[in-house]
């Protein structure tokens, strides 16, 4: 409350007046703003800046005012705590209501069943009134399974109504989506909850056995569980890796049309037990070759007595059906075997497998047998036609062993360790005709491939053109027969000594000092004949006295570690 003390007049009615000198009439500020937050503050002056003639409340305070009693008229009330208010979804929060049926499906076209049982599972969540409907899943059994209807408010009716808890019940027909339930009974959950609502439920159901399962049941036999062998696989491994046991064997198919019997090899591999049949083709037996006729694997002794009526050509054995596999104790040498339907005879093993066995099963014998070869098989001996006089005879000889011929084998060492190393002889042609006096050719021999090429030097006024008289060639000696030659060597090029090529006569006169050198290295296979007369034509050249000459040629006769011994000491 404000007043006007400049004037003086006292604050009654009739008496007041308006200040015209007054020009601010705004209200003061009560809110204000600290830190961004918004504060109530207390006017300190009036309307226009006017002082306060009175302590003024806070604006709570005033909010207070109302509803303060005064205690010495009427006394304390007697409060009570008001109940605080739970909302349904937060009461029913993750409680669910469970029950269990089935429904019938109608099947089609199918002869062993007209109709199947599929159990469900409905959950009614209690916080909105959804329901869903799950189907277990089974393995194996070939129907979309699972969630059938998910999780939503289910129609009664066509009034717009749902499905309530106090709808359900045990032992009653639930049809939604024109598929017609039956509630069979419930967990103990929802028992106590429907029973402390007041709804009395009905005796629970089993739910029917499916008549298709129910058949199958009986057809099938029963699970024999067996012990877990104490068998160490991994030592087997371990011991047994890469040893494989080898056996030679008949497979006799006479039986069948235009059957044969054919040999065979059949491997055992100790490491897992398996099995393996090779077949040995014969060359021009007119068989396709192919490699293995029953690939490795693990081979069935006797099969359960259960599974022997199905049919072997569909059933897939395994270590339930089979009731033994073959083992090493099974292949005895002499005695008939049956694998895979088919009859082996063993006649033969390898030298491991022997031992193996002795080793291992020495009450086992081992002992190869004789079998008869087949009807009508004949032993023929390759003959090889005398050599014609085309060719060396080496290759003519490909041409009867090959049906492509095939280049003769060379011997390696030999042209690695004497590649371009030659024997220089001279010689003349030793024929009756005139005309060949005065020839000379040099003959050349190729230590490398035992060759012999021959060249022939130009005279003047000869009237014969010089070159080439002969290609390197092999030349066979005129005492061997054609088809066990004998070609010529170091050791027969003796100077003096006459060399028939291709029926031409050459008369040997001399030779180069390499030739003489290498003799003297190769003097264990040279003959002391063939050294002494090159040694001697060297010497009388080099204009070496007879005498000396001679017993240079005595030492040569020595043996070998004497000669040696010469050599050294500069003799």
Known sequence: MSYNSSHGFSFMPGYTCRDITKSAFHKPQTLAYKNGY??????????????????????????????????????????????????????????VLRFFGYFQETVHHSPDEEYRVRPVVFYYHLEDDSMCVVEPTVENSGIPQGKLIKRQRLPKNDRGEHYHWKDLNVAMDLCVYGIKYRITHCDSYTQEFMESQG??????????????????????????YSTPSDFDRLKQFITMDRKVLRFFALWDNTDRLFGDSLPVA???????????????????????PFPVLLRRQKVPKAIKPACEPFPSCVLELSAQEVHEFYSPRDFLIGETLKLMGRNFLLYDCDEFTRAY?????????????????????????????????????????QNCLHLIPEPPKKDLMKLLEKDRIVLRYAAILDSQNPQDVGRRFVLTYYLCNDMISIWETATRN?????????????????????????????????????????KHRFLLTDADHYVLKYLESESDRIPAETLNSVRQRLAVEMGVPQEQSQTEASALALPADLASGAEIAGV
């Open 199 to 224: 709804v009395v439920l009905n005796d629970p159901e089993l739910i029917p056995a499916d008549p298709y399962v129910r058949h199958r049941t009986k057809l099938q036999p029963s699970i024999a």
């Open 266 to 288: 059949i491997q055992y591999y100790l490491v897992d037990d398996s099995v393996e049949i090779r077949e040995l083709h014969e060359p021009n037996s007119g068989r396709d």
């Open 38 to 95: 918004g504060l109530p503050e207390r006017p300190k002056v009036g309307i226009g800046h006017e002082p306060l003639l009175s302590k003024q409340l806070s604006l709570n305070e005033a909010k207070q005012v109302p509803n303060e009693t005064p205690l010495l008229s009427y006394g304390s009330p007697a409060k009570s705590r008001p109940l605080d208010f739970i909302p349904a979804h937060v009461v029913y929060d993750k409680k």
């Open 462 to 502: 000869s009237g014969i053109i010089g070159g080439k008289f002969l290609e390197k060639t092999r030349i066979p000696k005129p005492s061997s027969s054609v088809d066990d030659p004998q070609y010529y060597g170091p050791a027969d090029f003796a100077i003096g000594s006459i060399i028939e090529v291709f």
């Open 357 to 397: 066995y002795q080793h291992n099963h020495p009450d086992i014998p081992v002992k190869p047998i004789q079998v008869e070869k087949k009807r009508g098989q004949k032993e023929t001996h390759r003959v090889i036609p005398s050599y014609n006089g085309w060719g060396s005879l080496e290759d003519s000889l």
